[in-house]
């Protein structure tokens, strides 16, 4: 018996009182952990004071101390009294102090090896490799006009849901489940996904009570030409014949996860999220009615490919990751540097300003006459010609002023906002 072995069956023996009394009745999921990244028995979980003990990679010990020590004495990191749930330290404090930042993190990482590297979407799924975050604490850290999805505001909006997580529950575990979420790509931290390549990362947060949490987007009925068949797939950087997320030909969503059925969950046309950083609620997103989402175009526009009106549709789906980075960017809600096969022009400095058109322009033809043809000389025109000042003015606006999630100008609808002499959707 290998002292891995060993030390294994020591913890079980000693466990076991506890563990007649915390195993579910249904089956523990086994295989799954072991198909996970945390479970990798080559590239999984191995805590450096654990490993030195002769516990082998992957094994539960490494985040699990169900005595708060292990052979009479806690490993690294010693909080010197048991943490919730059984791990080797609190699970979350604030928005740069949490348990998975002690592996997440390039330097001084507790993995062995002394760092994890996680890059971002646009990275990742865009293949825009020119981005140098490499962690995930670091994407969390971004401040205005950056941002980052803020931690304690998620954890305490899962409490408040009826989908089983604790007051205390690390706000990761929102969106992965640590004992099935895989890499995407697997075990290859510095490149870009691939059709061979391919992981599945999330689960939903209301499927959270279900035994076992299933990961979302691993079966083919949780993508996004299951969602929609509208769905056009993005360009990849620098490319007009590969596409996200894994530089394939495929464009109908068929190997991209069903984004939009999970971020909803959480950011629907119903929830009420507060939002520290934004001193408000977030804007409800009505991702059924919007025009970027379910919802039908009113009238052809100039767009640049692959979303052109020669395909004949006014209703293309957006997957919410065509925009969005997860975790956190340096631009304002979490905007992607690198959007449709390009980096953006510039930074997004402000919510407000004029540099949010370099997010609409990677879509959305830039020509001012362009701009000027579709709200006024259409034939489903938004606003009448000669009326500038009831808008704008007289002089340009940017386009965040009218166009965001759930906007509709005039009366009535989610976040209504009284711009124009109109009611129409806007976004």
């Given at each position: 018996m290998s002292l891995s072995q060993r030390n294994l069956s020591v913890f079980l023996a000693a466990a076991s009182p506890i563990l007649v009394i915390l195993i579910p009745a249904s089956?523990?999921?086994?295989?799954?952990?072991?198909?996970s990244a945390h479970g990798d028995s080559a590239n999984g979980v191995s805590?450096?004071?654990?490993?030195?003990?002769?516990?082998?990679?992957?094994?539960?010990?490494?985040?699990?101390?169900p005595h708060a020590s292990i052979q009479g004495s806690e490993p690294a990191p010693a909080d010197g009294s048991p943490s919730s749930f059984l791990l080797f330290t609190t699970p979350f404090t604030n928005q740069s102090t949490s348990l998975c930042f002690d592996c997440h993190v390039d330097t001084g990482s507790r993995q062995t090896g002394g760092a994890i590297t996680n890059r971002s979407y646009?990275?990742?799924?865009?293949?825009?490799?020119?981005?140098?975050?490499?962690?995930?604490?670091?994407?969390?850290?971004?401040?205005?006009?950056?941002?980052?999805?803020?931690?304690?505001?998620?954890?305490?909006?899962?409490?408040?849901?009826?989908?089983?997580?604790?007051?205390?529950?690390?706000?990761?575990?929102?969106?992965?489940?640590?004992?099935?979420?895989?890499?995407?790509?697997?075990?290859?931290?510095?490149?870009?996904?691939?059709?061979?390549?391919?992981?599945w990362l999330i689960s939903r947060p209301s499927q959270h009570g279900n035994n076992p949490w299933p990961l979302w987007g691993d079966d083919a009925s949780e993508r996004m030409n299951s969602y929609t068949s509208a769905y056009q797939a993005p360009y990849r950087f620098g490319s007009t014949t590969a596409y996200e997320p894994d530089g394939s030909t495929t464009q109908d969503g068929a190997?991209?996860?069903?984004?939009?059925?999970?971020c909803t969950d959480c950011h629907n046309a119903t929830n009420t999220i507060y939002s520290t950083n934004l001193g408000r609620n977030?804007?409800?997103?009505?991702?059924?009615?919007?025009?970027?989402?379910?919802?039908?175009?009113?009238?052809?526009?100039?767009?640049?490919?692959?979303?052109t009106a020669g395909s004949g549709s006014l209703g293309y789906v957006l997957s919410?990751?065509?925009?969005?980075e997860p975790h956190g960017s340096s631009n304002p809600y979490l905007l992607r540097q690198e959007?449709?096969?390009?980096?953006l022009a510039g930074a997004i400095t402000t919510t407000t300003g004029s540099t949010f058109r370099y997010l609409c322009e990677r879509c959305h033809d830039n020509t001012t006459n362009t701009w000027e043809a579709i709200h006024h000389f259409t034939n489903d025109r938004?606003?009448?010609?000669?009326?500038?000042?009831?808008?704008?003015?007289?002089?340009?606006?940017?386009c965040s002023r009218c166009h965001y999630h759930g906007a509709i100008t005039g009366s009535g609808g989610v976040n209504q906002t009284d711009y124009s002499p109109t009611n129409r959707r806007t976004f």
């Open positions: 089956p523990v999921q086994a295989g799954s952990y072991l198909l805590r450096t004071s654990t490993a030195a003990l002769g516990y082998a990679q992957g094994n539960c010990a490494h985040c699990h101390e646009a990275y990742r799924a865009g293949g825009w490799t020119s981005d140098t975050l490499n962690d995930v604490k670091e994407s969390f850290a971004f401040t205005s006009p950056g941002s980052s999805h803020n931690l304690s505001d998620i954890q305490t909006f899962i409490a408040s849901q009826s989908w089983g997580y604790a007051a205390d529950a690390n706000p990761c575990v929102a969106c992965h489940n640590p004992h099935a979420a895989q890499g995407d790509p697997e075990n290859a931290p510095n490149a870009a996904k691939s059709s061979t390549t391919r992981g190997n991209l996860t069903d984004f939009v059925t999970f977030l804007r409800q997103i009505d991702w059924a009615n919007e025009k970027h989402g379910l919802g039908s175009a009113d009238e052809y526009i100039d767009m640049l490919p692959p979303y919410c990751l065509d925009c969005h959007v449709n096969g390009g980096a938004a606003y009448a010609r000669r009326a500038c000042s009831t808008c704008h003015g007289g002089y340009p606006q940017d």
